[in-house]
């Protein structure tokens, strides 16, 4: 339980599920569900999936309302790069994200585009402390590739 209350909180809830598939592949038992850990960890998926500092809602919610986005999976890197150069002096505090995000507002812009438009519209959330956003800018057609 441990180690997927970490994956969750450092990383992706996609990356939990594989550890849930993992567990239920090299369990004895065929369903996850019947784990005794198993309410636990639903409970503290749901709970950090509802928690996330200022500049993760600010995100989110200039991304939802600009981009009206189909998906968007926003992490918190944070904790990753607090020994990184750049950070030497700064808390590592909402400062680097990983960005996936599917939506029909990118239909016809290139990459580069993409990246831009994003940036654009987190540029007071740069001016304010974020240091680096990793971004998948993909629309909805090619999602569906």
Request: with cysteine; net charge positive; charged share 20%.
């Amino acid at each position: 339980l441990a180690v997927a209350c970490v994956l969750y909180m450092q990383r992706s809830a996609r990356q939990l599920a594989s550890f849930a598939a993992s567990l239920q592949k090299h369990s004895h038992t065929s369903s996850l569900a019947s784990r005794p850990f198993y309410p636990a960890l639903t409970r503290l998926m749901s709970a950090a999936a509802e928690q996330g500092g200022p500049v993760y809602k600010s995100i989110v919610g200039k991304l939802q309302a600009e981009l009206q986005p189909t998906e968007i999976e926003l992490i918190d890197d944070s904790a990753s790069h607090s020994g990184h150069a750049g950070m030497k002096g700064k808390e590592a505090v909402e400062s680097h994200f990983k960005l996936r995000i599917v939506s029909d507002k990118f239909e016809g812009l290139p990459l580069v585009q993409r990246h831009q438009l994003v940036y654009g519209l987190l540029s007071k959330e740069f001016e304010g402390g974020l240091h680096a956003l990793n971004i998948k800018a993909k629309t909805p057609k090619e999602m569906a590739k």
